[in-house]
């Protein structure tokens, strides 16, 4: 086995871990599901976005905290760029790790300060859409 498959097998399995620390009942079952799809996706590159699903389902059902959810999707991430990839040194990079990193922080940020703000739910998709369209604007200026 490659050393960038092995690497990707192994934050497959730390995401499913992450996420089954406090399963139980049909959640267990899940992340039972979970990890079988993440050794079928050493074979498979697809059935490693199978495990990745599966292990958000996972994590709704066993209502896992905001830190160990938080670390399954740094794994998610990194498994899913480290298996679908034809080697460790073309995807490992800085903005790869600084952007996985920091929107993990940023959603753990999210969880973290009680916001009580009726109408925030509503902002969030606009503050999305305004932050997409100032990140993109510079790239499509290149193309003009």
Request: glycine share 8%; charged share 5%.
């Amino acid at each position: 086995m490659p050393a960038g498959r092995a690497l990707s097998t192994a934050f497959g399995l730390l995401m499913v871990a992450s996420t089954a620390l406090v399963a139980e009942g049909p959640s267990l079952v899940g992340a039972a599901l979970a990890v079988v799809a993440v050794l079928f996706g050493i074979r498979f590159a697809g059935a490693a976005t199978l495990a990745v699903m599966i292990s958000v389902v996972v994590a709704l059902l066993a209502d896992a905290p905001p830190m160990s959810t938080a670390l399954a999707g740094v794994a998610a991430a990194a498994y899913l760029v480290l298996r679908y990839s034809n080697s460790v040194e073309s995807v490992v990079t800085a903005p790869t790790a600084v952007g996985a990193l920091g929107f993990s922080a940023i959603g753990l940020g999210a969880t973290v300060i009680p916001v009580s703000v009726p109408w925030l739910p509503l902002a969030a998709p606009v503050a999305v859409l305004v932050s997409y369209v100032i990140v993109v604007k510079p790239l499509l200026a290149q193309r003009r």
